[in-house]
């Protein structure tokens, strides 16, 4: 049980995505910096950017990424050029999970970017896609309509994501724009099971169910309840997922509401990603106002936070997110999550 | 509709096969060798008491290539049989109802023999008609077929002329180490003639042998000195073998390689997936009936038979495992010692085995490796920490004041800590970390808390910049004057301080951000040692600069023995701080 490098890396490789593995790979980083031996700092930096995106702490692999960037801009040859512009890739996309950093900046790192896959011989395929999931984001459907069209016109190449993704994404943003028929067209490879991954069908599935309840589809999107929840149930790092159980479950069946909220309120509190956590923490403010006293009483809470403080932390970002995107997206976005449950909830729970 | 043929070439099929299906040229004397067994083997299915027979032989001469050549009396083949079967890539004689008889299922096990020969003579005759059958094949696919007029006896032989190249391959040590090395084991009798015919047969596989013998077998086979042998039985694969254990730790994540006869007939001795995943401190060799090798045969399909078999498999070993606690808890010891990673994995998966391994288990704790009962000797609370920075900065206080503590940052171990109760129900397993471990000293009186407040009030000064805070308490090693803490939040702070150091300005500026907006920066802190000597003198001095250098002086030590990166500031604070004293020193 010697904590060098090798063990310990050997340790990591063979931990699965999570706590654990980035504890290892963190501990190998120390130790390989106390040794200054580059090639090993970058090597379990890498490793940890990887870790760490799958593992739901994109903070993490934003700094371990900078820090080699830093390192390969001054010797190239240390790293392979594709993995380094792929993983560039995830960051920037991890990035939009962090409102609270400034809008400007965020942009910035967009524009370097597109830069870095241009001089590297890449289209701007996946620079179209991100600056749409950004429009989607700041809740501008113009822009999202404006970008969706460059994106799809762009031919991909090695940088884009996967067919899976590609179609998810496509997908999400239709529905983002109103037009479910055309989504569920696009999903059909998806839908029948011919296009999976890492992450699809999982989200998918779950981008679908508020949309179909708006179409008046229970049934279908109880199907697609189920089979997400049986994807992505005791598994780490697909939150996001998660709170859109919780959102379906808050309007059509409140004890498995419940249980969600129990089981991942946890992983919301102490995940790092601030997008993430002001979104579980809006769809648990709605739940909990949903609930009668009787049933506040029967649910299990953490015992050091109240849902008075997750309110007030959820108040704090949207506050924080709007001054930072020069916007009131965020302050609204509570409301009108609570209003859009209670609205599903008369004809649905 | 008409129907069209591909026109395959077989020059270009050759060469995929020899390049890309098999991983040695060698295998065409294991194909060789597996023709002339379906062929005995299908002969004693009309005529049971026939005694089967494959003999080798090599011709050499000093102006030609030498020339392999292998007979065997099995059921040979007719005329049309040769048309349909050795003209056709794919095709096996092979009848489909009875394969599992067979060890071939692929006609193509014939065509390696064109990667060391560039012409396949065949002689044959039929035990269902009197013919003699020459068939000669080249490996652009075209062949010619002649009825001899000499007779022959029912059976089949093969001339195999090396290719420029190949003569390595074609030399008596070599063939009979081959055929040895793939058939030894096989139930008819294999002869090598030379001066005097050479029985390369084996007297008996391992598996047929009692453990001693098996033991010894696999000792001397593979050099080794293994701890014990398991016997290894599987229904549903018709499987039999033995496991040996390694007398080595081996990495969790090395291929585990073993050694698999099928139907007798060495499919390969690096065959994966054959055994669990946990089962990686075993290495086995086994004879299995019922399993479907790929085409290239040297691994199987992995389909749901093969789930099953690993299973069973993996029950014989687990069932040795059970027995040997009580049978021989010496070897048990012995193995744990060595193979921990795998029982831990193993513990992990099954609620029986965890109760059986949990106290022979070691995990790395702040007295050293100790087993769960050693632990559980000490104290019914069980500490452990779930990172290895939380455990490096306990470890050093925690050795000094005798308590023992866990580190839990390796595979699996803090899943199976969490279970203990449920085997141990008087324990109580305690997460811990620096802070609420560095509650547990005590706090200075009132009388002594006046004493320190003003170098507590310097030191926080001179630490605000590093994101740190001071504080003095009692506690042991009195040898150590400082100890640094930190929570898991402040030490991400630390690495984003480390980081911006190096990045671009641009992400710099991001992970600013990404700290700035957290709700509150946690600091780290550090704790001054009341009860040490310097620090005791440190406080009643008077002479603010030199505390301020005592305080950074401290701060970089204790840094150091916690084994942490420094930054660019506390470098140069290192070098100040030991110039300062110098001169200090010299001044005086």
């Known amino acids: 049980m010697e904590n060098t490098f090798d063990e310990l890396m050997d340790q990591a490789y063979l931990a699965p995505n999570g706590r654990v593995k980035i504890g290892l790979l963190e501990e190998a980083i120390r130790y390989a910096d106390i040794h200054l031996d580059v090639d090993a700092q970058f090597e379990a930096r890498m490793e940890l950017v990887d870790t760490a995106i799958f593992s739901g702490h994109g903070e993490k692999a934003i700094v371990a990424f900078a820090w080699c960037l830093a390192q390969y801009d001054k010797d190239p040859d240390i790293w392979n050029e594709h993995q380094m512009m792929w993983n560039y890739k995830w960051v920037v996309d991890r990035l939009l999970l962090f409102p609270d950093i400034e809008l400007a900046k965020v942009e910035e790192m967009m524009e370097d970017l597109k830069k870095r896959f241009m001089q590297t011989g890449h289209g701007p395929h996946f620079y179209y896609f991100m600056k749409q999931e950004l429009a989607m984001l700041l809740d501008k459907p113009k822009e999202v309509e404006h970008y969706y069209a460059k994106w799809i016109k762009e031919p991909s190449d090695s940088l884009s994501d996967c067919h899976a993704c590609t179609l998810a994404n496509q997908t999400k943003a239709l529905l983002y724009l109103g037009k479910l028929d055309e989504a569920l067209a696009v999903a059909q490879p998806i839908l029948e099971g011919r296009a999976s991954c890492h992450s699809v069908p999982h989200r998918t599935y779950g981008d679908l169910l508020l949309p179909l309840l708006h179409a008046n589809h229970k049934a279908e999107a109880e199907k697609y309840f189920q089979k997400c929840y049986e994807l992505v149930y005791n598994q780490t790092g697909f939150l996001e997922i998660i709170i859109q159980l919780f959102q379906y479950t808050t309007i059509t069946n409140t004890p498995k509401a419940i249980s969600l909220f129990e089981n991942f309120l946890p992983e919301a509190l102490d995940s790092d990603e601030s997008l993430i956590k002001y979104n579980f923490y809006a769809v648990a403010t709605a739940f909990w106002n949903m609930l009668d006293d009787q049933d506040k009483k029967a649910v299990r809470q953490p015992e050091l936070n109240t849902i008075e403080d997750i309110k007030q932390e959820m108040n704090r970002l949207a506050h924080l997110f709007d001054q930072q995107n020069q916007t009131d997206v965020y302050t609204k976005r509570i409301n009108h999550v609570q209003s859009e449950i209670n609205e599903l909830r008369q004809t649905f729970s | ?588």
């Open chain 2, 1 to 588: 509709m008409d129907q069209f043929h591909f026109k395959v070439n077989l020059k270009g099929m050759i060469d995929l096969l020899s390049n890309h299906l098999y991983s040695t040229p060698q295998v065409f004397v294991r194909e060789l060798i597996q023709n002339a067994v379906d062929a005995v083997t299908a002969r004693q299915k009309v005529d049971p008491v026939h005694m089967g027979q494959i003999g080798l032989e090599l011709f050499t001469s000093d102006n030609a290539s030498p020339t392999l050549y292998i007979e065997d009396n099995g059921i040979g083949l007719t005329e049309q049989e040769v048309h349909q079967f050795l003209a056709q890539i794919g095709q096996t004689s092979k009848n489909k109802e009875d394969t599992q008889d067979f060890i071939g299922r692929f006609g193509v096990g014939l065509l390696s023999c064109f990667i060391v020969s560039d012409e396949i003579v065949l002689l044959t005759r039929s035990s269902k008609e009197p013919k003699t059958i020459e068939w000669r094949g080249k490996p652009d696919g075209s062949y010619t077929i002649q009825i001899l007029e000499q007779e022959m006896e029912v059976g089949t032989k093969i001339y195999l002329q090396s290719k420029r190249g190949f003569e390595s391959y074609f030399t008596k040590a070599r063939i009979q180490e081959l055929v040895k090395h793939y058939g030894e084991f096989l139930p008819y009798p294999i002869q090598f003639y030379d001066d005097q015919p050479i029985q390369l047969n084996a007297i008996r596989a391992p598996w047929d042998m009692n453990l001693e013998e098996a033991l010894h077998y696999g000792n001397n086979k593979m050099q080794m000195n293994y701890l014990d042998v398991i016997p290894l039985y599987s229904l549903s694969g018709d499987a039999n073998g033995v496991a040996y254990i390694l007398p080595y730790s081996i990495r969790i994540n090395a291929k585990k390689q073993h050694r698999v006869y099928v139907k007798q007939m060495l499919l390969s001795e690096k065959v994966e997936g054959i055994l669990p995943d946990w089962a990686f401190f075993v290495t086995s060799i086994l004879n299995v009936n019922e399993l479907k090798p790929t085409a290239s045969r040297e691994e199987f399909s992995n389909d749901k038979r093969l789930k099953k078999v690993q299973k069973e498999l993996g029950e014989c070993i687990k069932r040795y495992l059970v027995q040997l606690t009580k049978t021989n808890p010496e070897l048990f010891k012995k193995i744990i010692q060595i193979h921990y990673e795998s029982l831990k994995f193993l513990a992990q998966e099954d609620d029986e085995l965890y109760a059986l391994f949990i106290d022979w288990l070691p995990f790395h704790t702040s007295f050293g490796r100790l087993t769960m009962k050693e632990i559980r000797d000490q104290s019914k609370t069980i500490l452990y920490t779930s990172n290895m920075d939380e455990f490096r900065q306990i470890n050093q206080i925690a050795k000094a004041q005798s308590i023992c503590i866990i580190n839990g940052a390796y595979v699996h171990d803090t899943e199976l800590l969490q279970r203990l109760t449920s085997v141990f129900p008087e324990c109580q397993v305690k997460h811990i970390n620096p802070n609420s471990f560095m509650y547990q000293f005590t706090d200075l009186d009132l009388a002594d808390r006046r004493k320190t407040y003003d170098f507590i009030q310097i030191a926080n000064q001179v630490l605000q910049p590093y994101q740190c805070s001071a504080e003095m308490r009692n506690f042991q090693p009195e040898d150590l004057p400082a100890l640094y803490t930190t929570s898991e939040e402040a030490l991400f702070l630390r690495t984003t301080e480390q980081t911006k150091e190096e990045a671009n300005d641009l992400f710099s500026s991001i992970i600013s951000q990404l700290t700035s907006s957290k709700v509150k920066p946690s600091y780290a802190q550090l704790s001054f040692n009341f009860q040490n000597p310097t620090i005791q003198k440190a406080i009643q001095s008077t002479d603010t600069k030199l505390i301020q250098l005592i305080v950074e002086m401290l701060y970089v030590q204790a840094l150091l023995l916690g084994s942490y990166p420094l930054k660019k500031q506390e470098f140069h604070l290192l070098n100040k701080g030991l110039i300062s004293f110098m001169e200090r020193g010299l001044g005086e």
